[in-house]
């Protein structure tokens, strides 16, 4: 298939607002293509050439894309910046320049290789390197495929759906409707790999998605836990039960395996990135960790939270400080000031089988068998010479044991606990009522932060004159894939921290409201941005509103929250992690319990 009819159907799809609608023109695409096309257009249709645990990094700054677009196009550099200022889109310059090129003859596996191999570049004098090769793909492109291939490699393709609806549009092309999608969704989660989903189905059918079993290497999609407000209402859905308790740090997913003689750990985050960069104490400990006792450690598969702790007091640092070992950067000197300890909390996969169809006690018994026993106290003591430990857990057998447990939590300093099911599996990609967060009461009547997606800012005023005034954040409304307002955001950030959420922002900045964001046009911002930054917000409490949309139908108003402070950004968390249409409701409900 020809690279630019694929431009052309992504241009169809990016000029309808319907989420059906570009189900079925995504349907209708895959249908016509062969399996490695298949896989080529997933990955791309989200802007990327990979699965998100490989990440897609082409490193070309807005500086040299001017440059390369200049050689292209053979004009001037001036003219170029100057298209591009006005323009807001280096995609659009390049539409505006190349005019009524002819038609590229280019196929999509063959720029897509060429985009992986500009991908590969680095190293001394990649630059040039990178500034020739994507000259000549573009010197060979029309206009329309030059502007989706710049927007990928600029990180700037919104087309307006995610993952989900991908899912939906292989359902259709099998059968003309979303009959199977929980099927393929089900594989999904098992192997999140977009591409390698759509390749398996194509090449062999839906019959074979049972061949994409959990793996090391390839991450699963994560469980997620419910909300309850009390005690009480835990043990009356589950009965007895066992409890965690519940750290402010950020979880991760442990892969350790063997390739080619070798040990590899992986560790991935909640959104499935891959960053194992960013912790070398867990990975050396890790790599020579063969045995625990008179257990032997080989492949795993392993779920913990990370946290940074201050040995000299042994308590657990704040998620701010915790948030800084994810960074890229500064990863020495961020390792020795902020030490972390990880604390598995489940076991998925061990020594070549996968345990996630195994009930919750069965996995528990495995991970201490392999990692051995949990420590007495929440706290990793200084003394333990490893930052790897398995977490506490307590057999809950009535109400008060649940409350006992929790007040326990809450002294120590903690967010809360973690209510589980002995009986049930791993519910890998799903949010249900195995696992259930209780948290503490803050002293508003919310008591739970609220994970935002920024969708936009407003212009400052007065001593913010020239930066950000206030966000627009909004939920996820899972159902409809769309994104929905539930505040302006102006407070709780410091002077530096408004100067790195605007620099995001920016980078993330679209001259259109996006197809899948849902606002009142009262609250419509000074910039959009493309839904791909998530923020922690406090709030007061969940209110009703006449303008937000988040939660709003035919027959409810929206919510908004009251008084929100802003907390910090969510590196490891995308916008499909963020609270939920359905979390909303329930913490509404929620939230005045305790008052009770």
């Known amino acids: 298939m020809l690279f630019t009819h694929l431009a052309q159907v992504f ?7 319907s989420r059906i609608e570009k189900t079925k023109l995504l349907a209708h695409l895959l249908a016509e293509c062969s399996a490695q096309e298949a896989k080529i257009v997933a990955y791309l249709s989200l802007g990327s050439l990979h699965a998100p645990f490989h990440g897609t ?14 050689h292209a196009l053979d004009i001037s550099v001036k003219a170029v910046a100057d298209s591009a200022q006005k323009q807001g889109d280096m995609g659009l310059v390049f539409v505006h320049f190349a005019g009524d090129r002819e038609l ?19 190293g001394t004098g990649s630059q040039e390197q990178k500034t020739v090769q994507l000259t000549e793909l573009l010197k060979h492109l029309d206009a329309q495929s030059g502007l989706y291939v710049i927007r990928v490699i600029m990180g700037r393709l919104r087309l307006g759906f995610s993952d989900m609806t991908l899912i939906d549009a292989f359902s259709w092309m099998e059968t003309g409707n979303k009959s199977i999608s929980k099927i393929i969704e089900k594989a999904y989660n098992a192997c999140a790999d977009i591409g390698q989903l759509i390749h398996v189905i194509k090449h062999n059918g839906v019959k074979h998605l049972d061949t994409l ?28 039960c066992v409890a965690q308790p519940k750290l402010d740090g950020f979880r991760l997913q442990v892969h350790r395996y063997h390739r080619d003689g070798k040990v590899v750990v992986s560790f991935f985050s909640r959104n499935l990135q891959e960053k194992a960069d960013s912790f070398p104490e867990l990975t050396k400990a ?7 006792g008179n257990s032997r450690v080989g492949d795993f598969i392993a779920e913990g939270e990370a946290i940074c702790y201050d040995a000299a007091t042994d308590t657990f640092l704040p998620y701010q400080d915790t948030a800084k070992r994810s960074r890229k950067h500064d990863v020495a000197e961020n390792a020795e000031k902020y030490p972390l300890k990880i604390f598995l909390f489940d076991l998925l996969y061990f020594n070549g089988k ?60 903690l967010e809360g606990l973690v209510v589980k099911k002995p009986s049930d599996p791993y519910a890998a990609g799903k ?6 967060k209780l948290k503490r009461h803050e002293t508003g009547s919310l008591d739970d932060t609220i994970d935002c997606v920024i969708l936009g800012y407003y212009f400052g005023r007065g001593k913010r004159a020239g930066g950000i005034g206030a966000l627009l ?13 539930i505040a302006k955001l102006g407070t709780g950030m410091t002077d530096q921290e408004f100067i790195e959420v605007k620099a995001a922002c920016d980078k993330a900045s679209v001259d259109e409201q996006p197809d899948n964001v849902v606002c009142h046009k009262d609250l419509y911002p000074d910039v959009w941005t493309n839904p791909q930054l998530v923020c922690i917000v406090r709030a007061d409490e969940i209110t009703k509103s006449p303008v937000h949309t988040a939660c709003k139908d035919a027959h409810n108003s929206g919510f908004a929250l009251r008084f929100p402070r802003y907390l910090g950004l969510r590196d490891d968390k995308s916008v499909n992690d963020a609270t939920s249409d359905h979390e909303i409701k329930e913490l509404f409900k929620l939230q005045f319990a305790h008052k009770k």
Not at 286 to 292: E, I, K, R, S, Y
Not at 475 to 482: A, E, F, P, W
């Open 354 to 413: 996968s345990l996630i169809d195994e009930s919750h006690a069965e996995r528990r018994n495995k991970l201490v068998q392999a990692f051995g026993h949990a420590d007495d106290s929440y706290f990793a003591k200084a003394t333990k010479d490893t930052p790897i430990q398995v977490i506490e857990q307590r057999a809950c057998t009535s109400t008060q044991d649940i409350q006992d447990y929790f007040d326990k939590a809450m002294s120590e300093g």
């Open 286 to 292: 890790l790599l020579h960790m063969d045995h625990v």
């Open 57 to 70: 990094r082409f490193n070309i700054a807005e500086k040299i894309m001017i440059a390369v677009l200049a």
């Open 104 to 122: 590229s003859s280019l196929s999509i596996e063959q720029v897509y290789h060429a985009l992986c191999s500009l991908e590969e570049v680095e």
């Open 11 to 17: 241009d169809q799809i990016d000029n309808v607002s």
């Open 431 to 436: 949010r249900n009522f195995s696992w259930i």
């Open 213 to 240: 079993v959990v793996t090391p290497g390839i991450p699963l999609r994560p469980a997620a836990a419910e909300r309850m407000a009390s005690p009480a209402a835990i043990y009356e859905k589950l009965g007895n």
């Open 473 to 485: 954040v909004g939920i996820y409304n899972v159902h409809k894939d769309q994104y929905e307002t």
